[in-house]
């Protein structure tokens, strides 16, 4: 799942910011936002693609895994161009505020 060329180590987590824009049930793009609405809705909005190997271990239990669809702090932080030519967000463990189901 991992295309990014990007490891998290340590307690940080790897996250791929959502991609914001309305579609119809039929695909077309109904609203395509500003790229400064854009980078505005991915800041806490996100997929986790990597966990470090002490991400939570004072926690004692992960509060997320990977492929989990997470809300984050807004300015969490440093993002990163992947390998892929997607923009990444690598952040701490304790940015992650809650798992969207």
């Excluded at 959502?18 to 400064?36: C, D, M, Q, Y």
């Excluded at 997929?47 to 992960?62: F, K, L, M, T």
């Excluded at 984050?72 to 923009?87: I, P």
């Amino acid at each position: 799942m991992n295309k990014s060329g990007i490891k998290a180590v340590g307690w940080t987590v790897l996250v791929e910011p959502a991609e914001v824009e309305k579609k119809s049930e039929s695909g077309i793009i109904l609203h395509a936002p500003t790229e400064e609405d854009r980078i505005q809705l991915a800041q806490c909005f996100g997929q986790v693609v990597d966990i470090g190997p002490i991400a939570w271990a004072d926690e004692g239990v992960p509060r997320c895994k990977i492929g989990d669809k997470i809300i984050f702090r807004r300015y969490a932080g440093e993002q990163f161009d992947g390998d892929d030519g997607v923009k990444y967000r690598l952040m701490n463990d304790k940015d992650i505020m809650a798992i969207k189901e």
